[in-house]
């Protein structure tokens, strides 16, 4: 896949013709719909997420870490807290830092981020987590935190619907996830 052009604008249309009236859309971490945009060349495919999401929702997929010119593959990154800043550096080579692109990326989704009613992403991700994201401490404590794409967002769009495929697998809470969606839909008109 060519991400010189930004991949979410890329959209998946619903698979429900019931669903088309007011049909919200969400962005996807893309590894959730099957692309192999990981460090490692691989996806998280979760096909039965997709198919419930997509009965409501046009899915916009997006990678940060492929967004912001990482490669695929690349190397892994986690997130460290460094005094008030928390930064993303390489697992294998701590010198590799791509915080600043991370984020500059993050800034230029801006407009797409007006555009949408949520978010659903990849668990754990130190880009997609949404406070599940592992922050290691220079104490050598490890806690959770929110990958950067999620900060940014938190900071920027107080309020914009956000959920993980790992908490979506539970029915009820797809449904109150749905509800926040429309709700919050209606709350920008
Ligand atoms: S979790 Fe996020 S940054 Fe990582 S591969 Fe999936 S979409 Fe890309």
């Given amino acids: 896949m060519d991400w010189s052009v930004p991949p979410a604008w890329r959209p998946r249309r619903p698979t429900s013709s019931d669903a088309v009236d007011e049909c919200p859309r969400l962005l996807l971490s893309a590894c959730l719909l099957g692309q192999a945009v990981?460090?490692?060349g691989g996806h998280k495919h979760a096909p039965e997420l997709v198919e419930a999401l997509g009965r409501f929702?046009?899915?916009i997929p997006l990678c940060?870490?492929?967004?912001?010119g990482l490669g695929i593959p690349r190397p892994p990154v986690d997130l460290h807290r460094e005094g008030d800043r928390v930064r993303m550096c390489g697992v294998d080579d701590p010198a590799f830092d791509?915080?600043?692109a991370l984020t500059d990326w993050c800034r230029q989704q801006a407009a797409l981020l007006e555009a949408v009613g949520g978010c659903v992403l990849k668990a754990r991700s130190p880009s997609c987590g949404i406070g599940s994201a592992p922050l290691h401490h220079p104490d050598g404590r490890e806690t959770s935190t929110d990958g950067l794409f999620?900060?940014?967002v938190r900071a920027n769009f107080p309020g914009l619907p956000m959920a993980d495929e790992e908490t979506l697998r539970?029915?009820?809470q797809l449904v109150g996830f749905r509800e926040w969606v429309f709700?919050?839909?209606k709350r920008e008109e």
């Fill in 38 to 40: 990981r460090y490692d």
């Fill in 183 to 185: 709700s919050y839909a």
């Fill in 150 to 152: 999620v900060a940014y």
């Fill in 64 to 68: 940060p870490e492929a967004g912001a």
């Fill in 98 to 100: 791509p915080t600043d």
């Fill in 170 to 172: 539970d029915p009820v």
């Fill in 57 to 59: 929702a046009e899915l």
